[in-house]
């Protein structure tokens, strides 16, 4: 996702910013996946009352 672009010293936090970021949107996809997936699963658990 990330490129070797950036040369200038100005902009040395970059890349850990860039790392920072994508860690949470792939966290965040799992997050609403897990979410997406479990609450149906809860909602049947609930209806049937077990």
Avoid: C, H
Wanted: hydrophobic share 50%; no cysteine.
């Amino acid at each position: 996702m990330t490129t070797d672009t950036i040369q200038n010293n100005y902009f040395a936090n970059s890349k850990w910013a860039e790392r920072k970021q994508d860690l949470l949107l792939v966290s965040s996809f799992g997050l609403w996946a897990v979410l997406l997936g479990l609450s149906p699963v809860l909602a049947v658990g609930f209806l049937i009352g077990s």
